[in-house]
Each structure stands twice: as structure tokens, then as C-alpha cells.
């Protein structure tokens, strides 16, 4: 049994819900592939995982699901070797895994937050918390609303609860997770912010050594999350900006909610409430009639806000999108486009290291027990073995690049 993922935060945590409902279920003989749709490179791998599997496994049953499989099931049938293929609701029911029929429902009709009863994963001193499913907007390059449907929150009480039994499952660092994160709560009665749920988490678990937040929309963030970067040491000093790209007629075509100014004011507020806050981003390479002047403010904006580190994706036309119906790059000026940008976040980030060099950061050991992340998000290799799940301060000696070195 075996749960192989594709994709983002929230889907690691659900491909935990799934091994912790496969174990339950005592299935010890099926593989799961959870796929994502972000990107058609993110859908070839899946299927060449698929294929290898099934030249290595040849009696296992593989199962797929994710967001590939719930927008196009039939794609994922004929591949060899697989038994079924799951929606996204469909997986987190521990009845599929206990040998109900597999199916693919019509997510967009879901209304309700899909939990699980599953304990927190014993393995990790992180817990990847998801309290947010699904997405209200229709940015013209993503499909991920129909394979996630409309946003739906889980309910302040069970995330409360949630994070206490983290907490006493000896969790030190909770991710809270959602498809639109910052999108928590405008279900809820009420409409409670996700500024204010964190603040209410961190109130309730006091042992917690440290709470972040995956993925935040420039455009949603509350006056209580920069609150908490001001006040809450406990709180990660870290922001992962979805911005896409830094032209306000590219950001007008993708139908996202904010302009280049406001990227470059919540900037400059984040860092007014933390000085030493990392934000980190998502940036697209390439959309659809991005002329060259349109890319170089994407480009210029990297070294603008001093992007400490960034996910580049080189655009891909996503069946039944706006966007895949308006004039296309050609693949090369896509390729080469993303590859300036990961060397201009390359180069940003290597910056943002060098200054980090002489200073002092609590790192959460990890599994290794030479390897850990800082509050910042950064990974840190350290001197000597330290106890797995303890904060440690540790003095930063240098970096490759990517990571620090640090003494314990």
C-alpha cells in the first residue's frame, strides 16, 4: 500500500488521509496515485508514474484520483493497470477504501467541507491542516475549481479541535491549507477571516511552536494576519503570495483580483510588521499575448519585492479555459521566459541568504535530525544530529543556494 502525490500542500495532506483510511481498511496491495491539473507537465508525470508502476508492480491495483481524475476520469481508465479512478470528494470517504464502488460525482454540487475522521500522521513533526476546499473565482488559465468545486470551509470549532489534536499528537508546526486559503470563513456564518482563526488557534494550543499559512491571495489578505506577523512570534514568518505575474493588463486577462501596486503594497506592509518576513510566490511564465514589455515587469517585480524564493510555471493551455482561447506564445518564448524568471528568483533568493548569514534561526529538526525548517520556510542543514521535533536555535553559517548551513 502506497500513496504517490502530484501537486500541491493540500493534496500532500490528503494522500495522508488516504494511507491513514487504506491502513484502516487493511488494504495492503493498492497503490494510489493522487494527481494534479495545474499544468499539463504535472499530468504527464502522473501518467508515466502510472505506467511505470504498472511495469513494476504488475499485480498491484492502482487507484487514481486528484484533480486530473476528477476533471477527465476517462483519460485515466485505459491506463494499465488501473482498477479505478476516484473523485477528490470520493476519496477522503473511508467507504471507498473499504471496498465501496469507485466513483467520480459532479463535485461542483458539493456544499459541504468533505473532513475526515483520520488521526493527525505520526511520522511528521509538521501537520498539514486542511480547513478550506474548493474556489469561488475562475481565473481564466486554471481548471482546479472543477476538480475542487465551490469554496467550503470546515467550521472554526473543528479546526480548533483539529489543531489541539495535532498538538497533542506531538505536532510543533501546523500548515493550515486550502485550495483559496484566504477564502476561509465567507461561507461560515459570520463570515469569519482567516487572520482571526489563526489568531483563535494559536490562543487555544498554546504548546504549538509555530503555525503558517500555505498559500495567501494578495487580494484576501486580512488585517489580522499582518497583525499576527507584528505581534505572534509563534506565527511563521513567511507570506506565499499567489501573484502569477507583474502586468496589470496580463493580470486583467488572467481575471485575477489584485494589480502589480497592491503585490507591491502588501510587500511593504508585511515587511513593516516583520522586518525580516520571507515572501515567497507563484509566478506564470508566458500567458497567453504577454508581450515583452509585459514580461519584464513580471521579471522586474522579482527583485522589487525581494522574493526570497518563487514556483515558476511555464504557462499550459488547460482544456475548456478562456485563456486556452486566446493568442498562444509559441512554446520556445514560453520555455525561455521561464527560464529567465527561475534564474531571476535564483539569483533573488540567493540574496536574500546571503543577508541571513551571521544571523540566529529556530529550526524545527525534522526526521533526518540534521535537517530542519526555519520560520521563514527555509530549509536549514545543521552542524550535528539534534532530537527529532525540537526548536532549535541554531547560527547560520552559509548557504548552497537553496539551503542554509547552520550551528547548533
Given at each position: ?10 493534496n ?10 487504506l491502513?484502516?481498511?487493511g488494504d ?30 504488475a ?39 473499504a471496498?465501496a464502488?469507485?466513483?467520480v460525482?459532479d ?22 491542516l ?13 481548471v ?133 518576513v520571507?515572501?515567497?510566490a ?22 522589487e519585492?525581494?522574493?526570497a524564493?518563487a ?24 520555455r ?8 531571476a528568483v ?5 540574496r ?11 529550526v524545527l ?35 548552497d543556494?537553496?539551503?542554509l548551513?547552520?550551528?547548533?
Amino acid at each position: 500500500m502506497s500513496v504517490i502525490t502530484f501537486g500541491c500542500r493540500l493534496n500532500a495532506a490528503e494522500s495522508a488521509a488516504i494511507e491513514a483510511l487504506l491502513a484502516r481498511a487493511g488494504d495492503t496491495n493498492t497503490i494510489v496515485v493522487n494527481t494534479c491539473a495545474v499544468t499539463a507537465e504535472a499530468e504527464r508525470d502522473a501518467a508515466a508514474a502510472i505506467r511505470k508502476l504498472a511495469r513494476e508492480n504488475a499485480q498491484a491495483r492502482i487507484v487514481v484520483t486528484g484533480c486530473a481524475a476528477q476533471i477527465a476520469p476517462e483519460r485515466w481508465r485505459d491506463l494499465p493497470n488501473v482498477a479505478a479512478v476516484v473523485g477528490n470528494r470520493e476519496k477522503l470517504d473511508a467507504a471507498t477504501w473499504a471496498g465501496a464502488d469507485a466513483t467520480v460525482g459532479d463535485i461542483m454540487v458539493s456544499r459541504d467541507f468533505v473532513e475526515t475522521d483520520t488521526p493527525p500522521d505520526s511520522g511528521r513533526t509538521r501537520e498539514f491542516l486542511e480547513i478550506q476546499q474548493g474556489c469561488d473565482h475562475r481565473c481564466t488559465f486554471c481548471v482546479i475549481p472543477y476538480g475542487r468545486g465551490n469554496s467550503r470551509s470546515l467550521p472554526l470549532d473543528r479546526v480548533i479541535a483539529r489543531a489541539q489534536a495535532a498538538v497533542n499528537a506531538g505536532k510543533r508546526e501546523i500548515v493550515l491549507t486550502g485550495v483559496d486559503l484566504t477564502s476561509w470563513g465567507q461561507d461560515l456564518p459570520g463570515t469569519p477571516r482567516l487572520g482571526a482563526a489563526a489568531k483563535v488557534i494559536l490562543a487555544a494550543c498554546p504548546d504549538l511552536a509555530r503555525l503558517r499559512l500555505s498559500s495567501v491571495d494578495p487580494a484576501e489578505i486580512d488585517d489580522d494576519i499582518f497583525d499576527l506577523l507584528a505581534n505572534e512570534p509563534r506565527f511563521a514568518g513567511q507570506l506565499h503570495l499567489s501573484i502569477q505575474a507583474g502586468d496589470d493588463l496580463i493580470l486583467k486577462r488572467m481575471k485575477r483580483r489584485h494589480s502589480r501596486a497592491d503585490v507591491i503594497a502588501v510587500a511593504k506592509r508585511a515587511r513593516a510588521a516583520r522586518n525580516d518576513v520571507a515572501l515567497t510566490a507563484d509566478l506564470i511564465a508566458g500567458f497567453p499575448t504577454e508581450s515583452g514589455d509585459a514580461f519584464a515587469q513580471t521579471l522586474a517585480l522579482v527583485d522589487e519585492i525581494g522574493l526570497a524564493d518563487a514556483h515558476v510555471f511555464p504557462y499550459s493551455p488547460r482544456d475548456n479555459t478562456p485563456a486556452a482561447r486566446m493568442p498562444q506564445l509559441d512554446s520556445e518564448t514560453i520555455r525561455r521566459r521561464a527560464e529567465a524568471l527561475r534564474h531571476a528568483v535564483a539569483a533573488s533568493r540567493a540574496r536574500d541568504l546571503d543577508r541571513r548569514i551571521g544571523a540566529t534561526a529556530d529550526v524545527l529538526v525534522e526526521a533526518s535530525r540534521r535537517d530542519g525548517l526555519d520560520a521563514r520556510g527555509t530549509r536549514v542543514r545543521l552542524d550535528r544530529e539534534m532530537m527529532r521535533g525540537t526548536l532549535v536555535p541554531a547560527r547560520i553559517l552559509g548557504h548552497d543556494g537553496r539551503q542554509l548551513r547552520a550551528v547548533a
